[in-house]
Structure formats: structure tokens, C-alpha cells
Antibody, heavy 117, light 108 residues
């Protein structure tokens, strides 16, 4: 059974940093692209970033470029999102997702990031 | 970036109704279009990929069609568990891969 379990969310002040983690199991992690998707309270879904199987390609939505870094450790079956220079508008539930055939076929339960002073 | 526009933003329907949701892309995206269902407080669930292919585990009453810029999600006979918000997402070419703003399906 595929499982994606996010952790690392919490309350952080504007300008601060946070690192999200996603522990993957139930599939061969090293053979799939992975993505982060977020959802601000009461709002729709926003695709944030993704990373190739071997980490050699990474893409970001414009609003996080230069501030967020997606990475992975295939030996640990883990996906990460390093978030720096956080802003109020980064407040959201962040979902870890697995990609297959250019769709997001499995989602974690999400972790809440709140940016507030 | 490619923009995705869903319509209607919300709709009211009864159990057993046939429901259609539309998604329009700001440029041609071939068949690179996915649909997801989200219930309050839960993670989204995948329904359709590549415009018309049913995701494993998704009920067969859900179907997708379209190519180019115009796409539809159809629920052939609405069930009580289908009341939720539905999102389209394009995955054409290189990211970013944007979502539509969502369509909320409510009980009439």
C-alpha cells in the first residue's frame, strides 16, 4: 500500500524558515517524480514544485522560486521542501504527492504551515 | 503560464442527476489534463488522467473528455458520496502545472 506521510509543519514568523519532510513507502520511490502541492485556508490547490527520479531536474511555481528548494533522498525514501524567507501568503496545507503518467496519483494527508507574527 | 478556468464555480444537483463540469485552458494542452475530487478536510483524490483515462479505484460513473483547450468531467448518476469540490489540472510540457479554481458540487 502506497503511503506518503508529511511532517515538519508548524507556526513560523514571516522571514523564517521551515523544512518539510515526506516519508514514502509501498512503492519504489527512486523511480518516480514527486511533487509538492499546497492549499491556503479556504482556497484552491496550487502546484508548488516537483523533482525528477534522480533529483537532476527540479521545477517551481514562480511565487516560490529562489525561496523554496525541493530535494529527495532515495536511500531514505524521503522527499523534502526547504522553505526560506516565508511570507504570510505561504500559509497553507502542504501535500506530498507521487507522480505517474503526468498525474498526481497518490497524496499524503498534508501538513499545515502557518506564517504569522 | 497556462491558466485553467473551470465552470461553473458551484452547482446544486440531486442524487441520480447527470453532472457536467467544464475546464478550459488558456492555450492548447493536447490531452494533458487531470481531474481530482476533494472533500472537506481531506486530501484530493485522483479521478481522471490524460483527459479521459479513469484512475485505478475511481468509480466508473466518472468520465472525462476533451482535448486541446476544452475539457469536461461527467458524473453519469450523482451519488451521495460525490458531493465535493472538483479540480482540473494541466500537466502539459514543463511545469508549473496549474489547477483550475475548483467546482463545488452541492446537494439540491
Amino acid at each position: 500500500e502506497v503511503q506518503l506521510v508529511e511532517s515538519g509543519g508548524g507556526l513560523v514568523q514571516p522571514g523564517g524558515s521551515l523544512r518539510l519532510s515526506c516519508a514514502a513507502s509501498g512503492f519504489t520511490f527512486s523511480t518516480y517524480w514527486m511533487s509538492w502541492v499546497r492549499q491556503a485556508p479556504g482556497k484552491g490547490l496550487e502546484w508548488v514544485a516537483n523533482i525528477k527520479e534522480d533529483g537532476s531536474q527540479r521545477y517551481y511555481v514562480d511565487s516560490v522560486k529562489g525561496r523554496f528548494t525541493i530535494s529527495r533522498d532515495n536511500a531514505k525514501n524521503s522527499l523534502y521542501l526547504q522553505m526560506n524567507s516565508l511570507r504570510d501568503e505561504d500559509t497553507a496545507v502542504y501535500y506530498c504527492t507521487k507522480e505517474r503518467l503526468r498525474s498526481l496519483d497518490y497524496w499524503g494527508q498534508g501538513t499545515l504551515v502557518t506564517v504569522s507574527s | 503560464d497556462i491558466q485553467m478556468t473551470q465552470s461553473p464555480p458551484s452547482l446544486s444537483a440531486s442524487v441520480g442527476d447527470r453532472v457536467t463540469i467544464t475546464c478550459r485552458a488558456s492555450q492548447s494542452i493536447s490531452s494533458s489534463l487531470n481531474w481530482y475530487q476533494q472533500k472537506p478536510g481531506k486530501a484530493p483524490k485522483p479521478l481522471i488522467y490524460a483527459a479521459s483515462s479513469l484512475q485505478s479505484g475511481a468509480p466508473s460513473r466518472f468520465s472525462g473528455s476533451g482535448s486541446g483547450t476544452d475539457f469536461t468531467l461527467t458524473i453519469s448518476s450523482l451519488q451521495p458520496e460525490d458531493f465535493a469540490t472538483y479540480y482540473c489540472q494541466h500537466t502539459y510540457s514543463s511545469p508549473p502545472w496549474t489547477f483550475g479554481q475548483g467546482t463545488r458540487v452541492e446537494i439540491k
